[in-house]
């Protein structure tokens, strides 16, 4: 076709559109007014349409800035993690499929932790539906927030300390946390009875003794106040002081066969004052779990800052021996051992929910002391050489209950084994292995994090046991 003929063709078509606008303008035909109606509405919706687009185009560049942000500072590994998407084979990126959606995600977790904006504030992500772009990405952000359980940032700590039961035994369980101090003021009741019979003489056939039968009992209350101090260094270490102030009082009641007496006699003595000052150091060894027990090694010092045996005044003229110079029994009654004592243990815990399982292993080794004298009823110092006490191997176990977030209840057994004391290398006559054995009871009750009340009661299972031990106990914690 001609150049010509195409320029006429194009000429005629701009008159006949020419001519078509003219009677637009000049009028509109009846049947065409609700079209352009429409057509107007349509043009209108196009344009919000297109200003919505333009908003979230906005949107979608500043939740890719959020992104680029927050792979910088987690990785692209956590990110993924968080995301809920999975690592594409072979590349260091996400799947196609994590989308603005999740992005808006991960700022949503994110943005107590890393500083980032609040999610309230952040734009919304949309999807490719125009009429549902902004209750999408609301419904999306809100599915973020409830399914993150975990902030993306640094996690919460993990309970790494033993669980809190109430304690019967005198090594703790739970350490103090750190930076803090427990002031733990204690009662400690005691009380022993124990009957002896002396047959000094010899038989002549094996239903006649020529000599001396001496029949005691005797009968000892020993009340312990006490403050301990703990402080907790780190939150695996703790340092504990502890001093007692001790106020015993005893009777023994004595009758002596063939002497030409009847009647009981009863010698009373007393004593009280400072006890043993005893210093602790504990150290929680390892992470346990319902598998593995919490294991807490510790070492305690007992020192001699109370009133020995020996410092107290006997009843013998010149010596103790025998019957001869008086009964040899104490004017009153020491507030210490005399002797000063390390102590090396592990204490184990086992939590099986309910319950929590624990226990000791210990081993007390008493220093021997030379030089030891006597002090007898006129003043004067009988000797007695080098004194060495038995050491003490103890053992406890038991197991704790919790009743509810406040109360809590435990029960136990200990056992002392005591070897015989010597003297001056020998074992002294009349000293033999002694085993002790308490049953254990207790109790707790947790006012607030402050205040703890401590009950336990000890009942004696062996002759050289004390028949009962009451103690109760109040830590304070600053």
């Known amino acids: 076709m001609k150049k010509g003929s195409l320029r006429g063709i194009r000429q005629a078509g701009c008159s006949t559109l020419l001519l078509l606008g003219g009677m637009a303008q000049g009028q509109t035909p009846p049947d065409e007014g ?23 185009k906005r949107s979608m560049a500043e939740q890719e ?17 968080k995301r809920g998407g999975q690592r594409a084979p072979g590349t260091g990126g996400v799947t196609p499929g994590d989308t603005a959606t999740n992005a808006a995600s991960a700022a949503a977790g994110s943005a107590g932790t890393q500083g980032l904006p609040n999610t309230n504030n952040l734009p919304q992500a949309s999807d490719s539906s125009p009429g549902n772009n902004q209750n999408n990405a609301q419904d999306n952000t809100q599915m973020a927030l409830a399914g993150d359980e975990q902030p993306v940032g640094k996690p919460p700590e993990a309970n790494t300390a033993p669980p809190a039961i109430a304690p019967i035994f005198d090594q703790p369980g739970v350490l103090t946390p750190a930076g803090k101090l427990v002031v ?20 002549i056939i094996p239903a006649l003794l020529i000599g001396l039968i001496d029949v005691r009992e005797v009968k000892t ?52 004052g400072l006890g043993d000052v005893e210093a602790t150091v504990r150290y929680q060894i390892n992470y346990g779990n319902e598998k593995m027990p919490y294991f807490i090694g510790w070492l305690r010092y007992k020192s001699a800052t109370g009133k020995s045996p020996f410092d107290v005044v006997t009843d013998c003229v010149t010596r ?25 243990g592990i204490t184990w815990l086992l939590p099986t929910d309910p319950a929590v399982f624990f226990g000791t292993f210990s081993y007390l080794h008493n220093f021997a002391r030379d030089n030891v004298s006597r002090t007898v009823l006129n003043g004067q110092q009988e000797p007695l050489g080098k004194i060495a006490p038995g050491d003490i191997f103890g053992f406890n176990f038991g197991i704790g209950l919790s009743l509810n977030e406040h109360a809590s209840f435990s029960i136990g057994y200990d056992q002392s084994i005591i070897w015989p004391t010597k003297q001056n290398g020998s074992t002294v006559p009349g000293s033999v292995r002694v085993t002790q054995g308490t049953l254990l009871v207790g109790y707790s009750y947790r006012f607030n994090s402050r205040y703890t009340l401590n009950v336990s009661v000890g009942a004696g299972l062996t002759t050289d046991t004390p028949n009962l031990t009451v103690t109760v106990r109040l830590p304070i914690t600053f």
Not at 36 to 48: Q, S
Request: charged share 20%; aromatic share 8%.
């Open 34 to 56: 609700p079209a352009a109606a429409k057509l107007e509405a349509l043009k209108r919706e196009v344009t919000e349409q297109a200003a919505t687009l333009e908003q979230m």
């Open 65 to 81: 800035a959020t992104i680029r942000e927050l792979r910088s500072v987690l990785g692209t590994d956590v990110l993924a993690r």
């Open 184 to 203: 733990e003021p204690s009662f400690q009741y005691g009380y022993s009875s124990s009957d002896r019979v002396a047959l000094v003489g010899y038989t």
């Open 221 to 272: 209350s020993t009340y312990i106040e006490a403050v301990a101090f703990r402080y907790g260094v780190t939150k695996r270490l703790e340092i504990e002081a502890k001093v007692p102030y001790v106020q015993s009082s005893g009777s023994t009641v004595s009758r002596e066969v063939f002497t030409g007496t009847a009647v009981d006699n009863v010698f009373n003595a007393s004593g009280k």
């Open 320 to 344: 103790c021996v025998g019957n001869t110079t008086g009964t040899g029994l104490p004017l009153g009654l020491p507030t210490g051992t005399g002797f000063q004592a390390i102590q090396p």
